[in-house]
């Protein structure tokens, strides 16, 4: 299956003026995806594709626990004498 953003799957967006056609374009060319921009000006804005392939593109955060914090499994103990292990 193609990536989204790429040749054989680019994002397809229906917007309703010239200033978000430009951001579209403008986010996809730094991101180096294929997309494809339609006006409709009689209907409702989708740039779904646009935002799917933002949040993919987003790094994973984890948050770091210290040795001596409370375990996040909620037992009431420092994580390094429960979970660590």
């Not at 229906?14 to 209907?43: L, N, P």
């Not at 933002?54 to 375990?71: F, W």
Request: charge should be positive; proline fraction near 6%; charged fraction near 35%.
């Amino acid at each position: 299956m193609a990536k989204l953003g790429s040749e054989k799957k680019p994002i397809i967006v229906h917007v309703q003026s010239e200033e978000r056609a430009k951001y579209v374009a403008e986010t996809s060319a730094a991101h180096g995806w294929h997309y494809i921009i339609g006006f409709e000006f009689d209907k409702p804005e989708d740039i779904s594709d646009l935002e799917k392939a933002l949040k993919r593109s987003e790094p994973i955060r984890s948050e770091k626990i210290g040795r001596n914090d409370p375990c996040p499994c909620g037992s009431g103990k420092k994580y390094k004498k429960c979970c660590e292990k």
